[in-house]
């Protein structure tokens, strides 16, 4: 018995000391206190000049954080033995980069060697939601950046075709629950998709139905218009709210009117699992941005590692 609960004890103690590195609101208050407000900045002047910047690291964060955890992977770039993330297939948006490169540079001069790539795209993905009238939250910060990036694995990232099954599964894996898949997929409250992502809902769908039946019908025409066949502009596409600049539960509101621009995000109003999710956000904006600002925390902490290195150059390892 004894022996039992020491050898608990042991496992108990050897697991808070290998488990991942424990992050810190107040992580950078010594070292760079000004952190949070050089990226604050870097973030405010690029979305003055490009108002798609919210929208593109925002999404960055969420394929950084999906893809090997949130460990900067993303912003690595190929080298001739190694394609990256980057340039894997579904890279079509995640554009942006300068912005973050912009404020590495700002803080490589304030505290050199000291806040992490990782940590700058988390806490420019919370401040694009801020600034876009979403809620604020505290970032905890520490991150380390990763050495490895390959565009291969942008594959286990889900797709827009994906049913709430396939979904669960995907956030599954990172730890994310329901609620959280729900939540999260209100980021695309912000943004804008190109119409290969979703143009086989509009025509010849299944072999029953021309249009997917889940869709509004008028919606379908004119996401037809937006996308013709064959289309010749490559630019082509449709915003994924009808308020694609402001961060707001408007997302949710158009799922129950069958206007979600991809399958996956229609699906999750039309699967009983998601569906009460989804009814309850468009009800409540402010329980939407509660559970946003606590899935984005829970989002950030997947697949955090120690044994990285704070990267002096975001796209390439020390
Ligand atoms: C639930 C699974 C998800 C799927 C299948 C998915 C898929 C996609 C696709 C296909 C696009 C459009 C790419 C293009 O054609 O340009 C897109 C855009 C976007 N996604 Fe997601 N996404 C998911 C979850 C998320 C999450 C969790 C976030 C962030 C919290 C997010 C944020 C965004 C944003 C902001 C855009 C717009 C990007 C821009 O305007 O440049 N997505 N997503
Ligand atoms: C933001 O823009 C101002 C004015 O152009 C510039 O002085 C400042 O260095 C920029 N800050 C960052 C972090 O890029
Ligand atoms: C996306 O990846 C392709 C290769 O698959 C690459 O040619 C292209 O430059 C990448 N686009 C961006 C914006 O990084
Ligand atoms: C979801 O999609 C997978 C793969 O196409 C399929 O096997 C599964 O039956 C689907 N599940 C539901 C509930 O539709
Ligand atoms: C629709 O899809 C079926 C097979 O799924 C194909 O045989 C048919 O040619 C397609 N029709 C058009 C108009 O593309």
């Known amino acids: 018995?004894?022996?039992?609960?020491?050898?608990?004890?042991?496992?108990?103690?050897?697991?808070v000391s290998f488990s991942k590195a424990a992050l810190d609101v107040h992580y950078y208050d010594r070292t760079c206190p000004n952190a949070e407000k050089i990226i604050l900045e870097a973030v405010r002047n690029a979305s003055m000049h490009d108002p798609k910047v919210s929208a593109r690291i925002l999404r960055m964060f969420f394929h950084d954080c999906f893809i090997r955890g949130c460990d900067a992977s993303i912003l690595l770039d190929s080298t001739p033995q190694n394609q990256a993330e980057k340039d894997g297939p579904p890279n079509i948006s995640v554009r942006a980069f300068y912005v973050i490169d912009d404020a590495k540079a700002k803080l490589e001069q304030a505290c050199p060697r000291t806040v992490s790539c990782a940590d700058i795209i988390t806490i420019a993905a919370r401040d694009v939601v801020t600034m876009s009238g979403g809620p604020f939250w505290n970032v905890l910060k520490g991150r380390k950046d990763g050495r490895i990036s390959r565009a291969s694995e942008t594959i286990t990232l889900p797709a827009p075709t994906f049913n709430v099954s396939q979904l669960i599964q995907s956030f599954g894996k990172r730890g994310l629950g329901v609620k959280d898949l729900v939540a999260l997929s209100g980021g695309h409250t912000l943004g804008f998709s190109h119409c290969s992502s979703f143009q086989a809902r509009l025509r010849n769908?299944?072999?029953?139905?021309?249009?997917?039946?889940?869709?509004?019908?008028?919606f379908a025409q004119t996401l037809r218009q937006k996308c013709p066949k064959p289309?010749?502009?490559?630019?082509?596409?449709?915003f994924l709210d009808s308020t694609a600049s402001t961060f707001d539960n408007n997302y949710f509101k158009q799922l129950l009117a069958g206007k979600g621009v991809f399958g996956s995000d229609q699906a999750l109003f039309n699967d009983y699992r998601t569906k009460w999710i989804v009814?309850?956000?468009?009800?409540d904006q402010s329980s939407f941005f509660r559970e946003f600002a606590a899935s984005m925390v829970k989002l950030g902490n997947f697949g955090v590692i120690e044994n990285g290195e704070v990267r002096l150059n975001c796209g390439v390892v020390n």
């Open 1 to 15: 018995m004894a022996l039992k609960l020491f050898s608990v004890m042991i496992f108990l103690v050897l697991n």
């Open 205 to 218: 769908f299944s072999s029953v139905h021309d249009i997917d039946p889940r869709m509004n019908i008028e």
């Open 231 to 238: 289309n010749k502009d490559r630019n082509a596409g449709q």
């Open 279 to 283: 009814e309850s956000f468009a009800r």
